[in-house]
């Protein structure tokens, strides 16, 4: 089969991956969209974790962790990397491995095509949004799900990339200089090795806390991308699961195969006082 021009690229760690992977995948195939599907994914994920995204058409493409130095991979392992940058407004799951995020890289190696867009395994795609194959490297959404103070920083669930070899090559040589420390992982580096990256809509990568903490910008028929940041939808009754009730049930809808709700359908998120 010869690959499109265009990708889009997950990243699959351990099977809680795999199955947004799969909710993920089924959202991206429901848009007519006539580019590739790679999941990256790490050699601990079973082929049985594997098999819904194989049946789905995805292309998938098994990849190492980086080869970084024992003391990058010691500063940035789980434990170490969250009592120096503790997380104070949401709670990562169990099965977050922060050394797994910096794999996204590799998405760089992925020379057999011209552009590809990167969007997390806990996401959903909502409508076609083939246009981003034609914004520039490196255009992502601001990480907006608190305040408009937000605005500055990045998020890296979604984001536009051009496939070089020279670029990953670059990148390799700049994530592991002594003593860095990339406080929020791939997205504290993306920001640093791309300082003029280009700013996407907060529609490409709406936040699921937006939901509560913004409800005002909260507008169902203009959001294209809905992640999942912090808790997980296929996480059991995690502690904000009563409040982000209608984002997990569209989430479930895409994951089990079943018709999604129309959008006119979905409720809105109440006005705070």
């Not at 059991?236 to 709700?261: N, T, Y």
Request: include cysteine; hydrophobic fraction near 40%; charged fraction near 25%.
């Amino acid at each position: 089969m010869t690959p499109a021009r265009n990708a889009f690229v997950t990243l699959v760690t351990n099977a809680d991956y795999a199955m947004g992977a799969t909710a993920l995948v089924r959202s991206i195939g429901r848009t007519g969209t006539g580019a590739d599907i790679v999941v990256l994914h790490t050699g601990g994920v079973a082929d049985g974790d594997l098999a819904p995204l194989a049946a789905l058409g995805c292309r998938l493409v098994e990849t190492d962790h980086l080869p970084l130095s024992d003391a990058f991979n010691q500063r940035h392992a789980r434990k170490n990397l969250h009592d120096a940058a503790p997380f104070t407004r949401g709670r990562k799951p169990d099965f977050h491995t922060p050394l797994d995020n910096f794999c996204k890289l590799r998405l760089w190696q992925l020379t057999e095509y011209e552009r590809v867009v990167f969007i997390d395994a806990d996401a959903l795609v909502l409508k076609n949004i083939d246009r981003l194959f034609g914004y520039p490297e490196f255009s992502a959404a601001p990480n907006v799900y608190e305040s408009l103070a937000d605005f500055r920083r990045l998020n890296s669930g979604v984001f536009v990339a051009e496939p070089s070899a020279g670029t990953f090559g670059r990148m390799l040589a700049e994530l592991d200089r002594p003593d860095a420390f990339w406080r929020r992982t791939d997205q504290t580096f993306l920001e640093y090795f791309f300082p003029d990256w280009h700013g996407l809509p907060v529609f490409m990568n709406m936040l699921q806390y937006v939901w509560f903490n913004m409800p005002a910008l909260w507008d169902w028929e203009s959001i294209a991308v809905l992640h999942y940041q912090y808790e997980k939808p296929w996480e059991k009754e995690h502690p904000k699961a009563d409040r982000l009730r209608p984002l997990i049930d569209l989430w479930r809808a895409f994951h089990e195969g079943r018709e999604p709700p129309g959008i006119a359908s979905l409720p809105k998120p109440e006005e705070r006082p």
